[in-house]
């Protein structure tokens, strides 16, 4: 019932000091085959059995009103859980009930049992903006002429007036020498949009406390929304240099990062919470919120 990423000691002794915590748990844990994990405060956290966070659970005592009675309230907290709006105990990504089974029943008539592929599905959207971030910033070409100057090549053009005057040609010459260097710069750009969208190692930094590593691709949906498909699972590491894969990559955008301004020394790239591509070293990034950070390190370096 502990995840083998917890302190186990510590969840353990979260167990024995509750006897509501300990029923919610094992309930919990058994009907949604989760594990438990620590966390600060009085609740306890929960895993898939991959590690990937399935959300927590706490239990509080009130006193009922109506009733004008002691009351005891569980509580179940996911990000799969989305509710049409809060109430007065809780939130929208919140469950709670004064019975344990009834709390239960409530998560699984409403399809809300935290799995790797709902998790992985709610990662998705940070896991977009890697992709997105390759060459965001990169203007559309355009071709800038004066009016003076069109109108004189029109004249030219129609014979009404053959001669165009050396400073409309110079400029003209001028603009389309910069429309030819950003059609290059934009032709680049998209060869390296398509190296990302062919595959990439994808990283998350979660929390700052541990990695997920995995391999991904995309491709334009037909409302041209980016689609992310994950082959294979998301592998959990304590550490980055546990990851063999990542061996050659890990060096290279730490040292890079170091002698950067935005160094984060939060995770062990040294990469900050950005939406960013950092064509240097050829690694994008992309962020929900801050505490979730994905990394996108290209397979394809044609």
């Given at each position: 019932?502990?995840?083998?990423?917890?302190?186990?000691?510590?969840?353990?002794?979260?167990?024995?000091?509750?006897?509501?915590?300990?029923?919610?748990?094992?309930?919990?844990?058994?009907?949604?085959?989760?594990?438990?994990?620590n966390l600060p405060n009085s609740a306890l956290g929960l895993h898939t059995?991959?590690?990937?966070?399935?959300?927590?659970?706490?239990?509080?005592?009130?006193?009922?009103?109506?009733?004008?009675?002691?009351?005891?309230?569980y509580y179940f907290e996911?990000?799969?859980?989305?509710?049409e709006k809060g109430s007065t105990r809780s939130g929208r990504n919140v469950r709670d009930s004064v019975s344990i089974s009834n709390l239960i029943?409530?998560?699984?008539?409403?399809?809300e049992i935290p799995t790797d592929e709902k998790i992985i599905k709610d990662y998705m959207q940070g896991m977009r903006y890697v992709f997105r971030n390759v060459g965001r910033n990169q203007?559309?070409?355009?071709?800038?002429?004066?009016?003076?100057?069109?109108?004189a090549l029109v004249r030219s053009h129609l014979g009404i007036d053959n001669s165009v005057p050396d400073a409309h040609t110079n400029a003209i010459r001028e603009s389309y020498e910069k429309f030819e260097?950003?059609?290059?710069q934009a032709k680049d750009t998209n060869a390296q949009k398509e190296r990302f969208m062919k595959g990439v190692k994808i990283i998350g930094i979660m929390d700052s406390k541990y990695y997920l590593v995995g391999h991904a691709s995309a491709s334009k949906s037909v409302s041209n929304d980016i689609?992310?498909?994950?082959h294979g699972p998301l592998k959990r590491y304590s550490s980055l240099r546990d990851c063999p894969e990542l061996?050659?990559?890990?060096?290279?955008?730490?040292?890079y990062m170091e002698g950067r301004s935005e160094f984060s020394a939060a995770n062990e790239f040294g990469l900050p919470v950005r939406d960013t591509y950092h064509e240097e070293i050829d690694v994008a990034t992309g962020y929900v919120n801050f505490s979730q950070l994905w990394v996108g390190i290209p397979l394809h370096h044609e």
């Open positions: 019932m502990i995840s083998q990423f917890a302190n186990a000691e510590a969840v353990q002794e979260r167990l024995n000091s509750s006897e509501d915590i300990a029923k919610l748990a094992h309930e919990v844990c058994k009907a949604f085959n989760l594990r438990l994990t059995p991959s590690g990937l966070e399935a959300g927590k659970i706490y239990v509080t005592r009130g006193h009922n009103h109506k009733k004008n009675e002691a009351e005891t309230v996911s990000q799969v859980v989305n509710k029943k409530t998560i699984k008539k409403n399809n203007s559309r070409p355009s071709l800038t002429i004066t009016n003076d100057a069109v109108l260097i950003s059609m290059r689609e992310i498909t994950l061996a050659g990559d890990l060096p290279i955008i730490r040292a």
